[in-house]
């Protein structure tokens, strides 16, 4: 078989030949029984060339649409992340917001104690600033004078739904009070300190990092 022939074949094989070369092929197909055979096999393997490299194409495209779907299924499930932080993010505000509110039970009292209108048994107590902002985690209170009394004096810290979250005691004879609330690890918000002595409390506010309160609306 010449070179011509077989080049001849792989091209009508391949589906590249002219009408003209398609039916000098035939002819000598027709002639040639060998040739025939020849012919067969090339056909055969370039069918299963064709074959191997449509499974290449498919298992690309697969590929290809795997990664597609896995880029969808990453972006949905990073969208649902920040959704759901989202979620947590409205929801921890909100209960930020109510460790702030005022506690109404206490809120008039400790109004009208900073303005002086409720210290009945007149102590000459200096106290820390109505509704201050106790960066320092401390508040000072100071008698002017020693009280009359064998009592032991009692400064209790409530939160704003009228929790106790710390108590301190001291001897009748204590005139400066210094409250280091720095171990008591106090979460934001608004807490209430209740000065006790005898029969008589007095009552103030104040706040623990004050700048996490929502502005009013």
């Known amino acids: ?7 001849l ?3 009508v094989a391949k589906g590249l030949a002219t009408p003209a070369e398609s039916q000098e092929l035939q002819t000598v197909l027709q002639q040639d ?9 090339v056909k055969a393997l370039r069918a299963g060339f064709v074959e191997e ?12 649409e795997q990664k597609a779907a896995a880029k969808v299924s990453l972006g949905q499930k990073i969208r649902e992340s920040f959704e759901a932080i989202e979620t947590q993010i409205d929801q921890s505000l909100e209960e930020l917001a109510k460790w702030f509110l005022p506690f109404p039970a206490y809120e008039k009292q400790a109004l009208q104690f900073a303005q002086r209108a409720s210290n009945a048994a007149n102590l ?13 985690h401390q508040l000072y209170f100071e008698l002017d004078s ?6 032991e004096i009692e400064i ?16 009748a ?27 008589v409390i007095l009552m103030g506010s104040f706040f623990i990092q004050k700048e996490l309160m929502a502005p009013p609306a």
């Open 124 to 136: 000459p107590l200096q106290t820390p600033p109505h509704e201050m902002d106790c960066v320092d």
């Open 156 to 171: 209790v810290i409530e939160n704003n739904r009228s929790q106790e979250v710390a108590a301190f005691e001291f001897e």
């Open 9 to 11: 074949m792989e091209k």
């Open 53 to 64: 490299e449509l499974d290449l194409a498919k298992g690309f495209l697969q590929s290809i």
């Open 146 to 151: 020693r009280l009359d009394t064998d009592e």
């Open 33 to 41: 029984a060998e040739i025939q055979r020849r012919f067969d096999e």
């Open 173 to 199: 004879d204590t005139q400066v009070f210094k409250i280091n609330l720095v171990d008591q690890a106090l979460s934001p918000g608004r807490y209430y300190w209740k000065f006790m002595v005898e029969d």
């Open 1 to 7: 078989m010449n070179d011509h022939l077989q080049k």
